[in-house]
């Protein structure tokens, strides 16, 4: 059990365009759903936490109005990447947990923006 | 600032050796620590977990030893494959994860 998928795994859009990124626990519900950044051989940063209904609570110096973030159910939550840049290129991964317990990681979605 | 950091950045060991990944950590009040395992291009995978008040932990081929009078967290993976070459983290529960840097290992055949 405790499977969450991202999707798209991989996704390449040009600079100005918004990319939206899924996460879904898929055999759990998930109470708290958390969306980490990663770059190349660094460890992951955690951007917003987000609670099913409630307004994501974003970590210091990340952008509310650029990542979107929409928890609509519990076994959902959404960010989107609005007018993105290059400079946004990174490995998104989202993770999922259920009351207390353990966090569980997504797959990831590599983004590239040209 | 609190945080939890690694050792070691990398770390090569012999396939079939045990392999001992290290952590400290700097907040006393955290109770709750983890160890994941990323391979590359992939999200981390849950490897073993454990609460403050134990200091072993066992798994299969894996056991996380902690010390909380060091603050020092610990992974030992027992006979090591070539499978097991990835990233590992380790992470503090603190109401929210708090990842060290991360050490790479690489186990050579």
């Known amino acids: 059990g405790a499977v969450v998928s991202q999707h798209p795994s991989r996704v390449i859009c040009k600079s100005g365009t918004s990319v939206k990124i899924e996460c879904r626990s898929l055999?759990?519900?998930?109470?708290?759903m958390f969306w980490y950044r990663q770059f190349p051989k660094q460890s992951l940063m955690l951007m917003a936490t987000s609670n099913e209904g409630s307004k994501a609570t974003y970590e210091q110096g990340v952008e509310k109005d650029k990542f979107l973030i929409n928890h609509a159910s519990l076994t959902l939550s959404t960010l989107t990447v609005t007018s993105a840049h290059p400079e946004d290129s990174s490995f998104y991964i989202c993770?999922?947990?259920?009351?207390?317990?353990?966090?569980?990681f997504g797959p990831g979605t590599r983004l590239l923006v040209l | 600032g609190e945080s939890v950091g690694l050792h070691l950045p990398t770390l090569s060991v012999q396939e079939g050796d045990n392999s001992i990944i290290n952590c400290a950590y700097s907040?006393?009040?955290?109770?709750?620590f983890i160890w994941y395992k990323q391979e590359s291009g992939k999200g981390p995978q849950f490897i073993i977990d454990i609460r403050s008040n134990m200091d072993k932990r066992q798994g299969q081929r894996v056991t996380v030893l902690l010390n909380k009078t060091v603050k020092h967290l610990s992974l030992q993976i027992a006979a090591t494959q070539p499978g097991d070459s990835a990233v590992y983290f380790c992470?503090?529960?603190?109401?929210?994860?708090?990842f060290g840097t991360g050490t790479s290992l690489t186990v050579i055949p």
């Open positions: 992470a503090e529960d603190r109401n929210q994860f708090y």
């Open positions: 907040n006393s009040a955290s109770d709750y």
């Open positions: 055999d759990f519900q998930a109470t708290t």
């Open positions: 993770s999922a947990m259920r009351q207390r317990e353990t966090q569980y």
